[in-house]
C-alpha cells in the first residue's frame, strides 16, 4: 500500500517568513495530493489540493507544488502569520484507491 | 450547517467493556470514513465506507467494527477495547472517495479522545 513521509515533523517560524513542509510517497499510481490544517482541539481541515496533472497551484498564502518523477509533494507558506501556527499533514491517494493515506504531520509554531 | 457530529468528545473506559463511538453526517455524503491520530503516526485508517451496507478495512482495522445501515450514520464498534486503543478518533466524509473525480475533499468530526484503562 501507499506510505507517505511528511518532514519536518516540528517547524518554528518568526511572523512574516515562509516556511516549508515537505512529503514523499511510494506508490507511482497516486494521483491526488491533498494537504490539512489541524488547529487545537479540532478535526483536520482540507486546506489545498493538487492533482497529478498539476505541477503547481496557489491559492493566496499557500501553494502546493509536486514532483511525480521525484514522488515528492510539498506546501509553501508565504509571509506566515500567528493564526498559521497548527499540525498540517500531507496525504495521498491513489487511482482505483478508496484510501486516503497521511503523513505524519508537521507542527508549525509561527512566533510573534 | 454542514458537518459531521461525533459523540462522545471524551470517554474513559475499561479494558474489555464494549463501546460505541457514533458518527453523523448531514451532507448527504456517500463515503465516510474512520480515523486513529497518534503522535507521530499522523491519521491512520481503520475501516472506510462506500456506501450504505458496503464497507471496507482500512490500514488499521484489528480489534474495530463498524457498520452503516444508514447513508448518514457510521458508528464505530470495540467489542473489547485495549489499552493499545487509547488514541483520538476522527471521522469523515466527503461526496466521492479520494481518488474519484469532482469534489473529494474530506469534513471532519471535531474529535473523540478515548482512554482505556
Known amino acids: 500500500g501507499e506510505n507517505v513521509e511528511q518532514h519536518p515533523s516540528t517547524l518554528s517560524v518568526q511572523e512574516g517568513d515562509s516556511a516549508v513542509i515537505k512529503c514523499t510517497y511510494s506508490?507511482?499510481?497516486?494521483?491526488?495530493f491533498p494537504w490539512y490544517k489541524q488547529e487545537l482541539g479540532k478535526g483536520p481541515q482540507l486546506i489545498i489540493d493538487i492533482r497529478s496533472n498539476v505541477g503547481e497551484k496557489k491559492d493566496q498564502r499557500i501553494a502546493v507544488t509536486l514532483n511525480k518523477t521525484a514522488k515528492h509533494f510539498s506546501l509553501h507558506i508565504t509571509e506566515t502569520q500567528p493564526e498559521d501556527s497548527a499540525v498540517y499533514f500531507c496525504a495521498a491517494a491513489s487511482v482505483g484507491s478508496n484510501m486516503l493515506t497521511f503523513g505524519g504531520g508537521t507542527r508549525l509554531m509561527v512566533k510573534p | 450547517e454542514a458537518q459531521v457530529t461525533q459523540n462522545p468528545r471524551y470517554l474513559i473506559t475499561v479494558t474489555g467493556k464494549k463501546l460505541t463511538v457514533t458518527c453523523s453526517q448531514n451532507m448527504n455524503h456517500e463515503y465516510m470514513s474512520w480515523y486513529r491520530q497518534d503522535p507521530g503516526l499522523g491519521l491512520r485508517q481503520i475501516y472506510y465506507?462506500?456506501?450504505?451496507?458496503?464497507?471496507d478495512k482500512g490500514d488499521v482495522p484489528e480489534g474495530y467494527k463498524v457498520s452503516r445501515k444508514e447513508k448518514r450514520n457510521f458508528p464505530l464498534i470495540l467489542e473489547s477495547p485495549s489499552p493499545n486503543q487509547t488514541s483520538l478518533y476522527f471521522c469523515?466524509?466527503?461526496?466521492?472517495?479520494?481518488?474519484?473525480?469532482?469534489?473529494?475533499?474530506?469534513?471532519f468530526g471535531s474529535g473523540t479522545r478515548l482512554t482505556v484503562v
Open positions: 465506507s462506500m456506501n450504505v451496507e458496503v464497507t
Open positions: 469523515a466524509s466527503s461526496l466521492t472517495p479520494p481518488s474519484g473525480v469532482g469534489p473529494y475533499g474530506y469534513t
Open positions: 506508490d507511482s499510481a497516486s494521483n491526488y
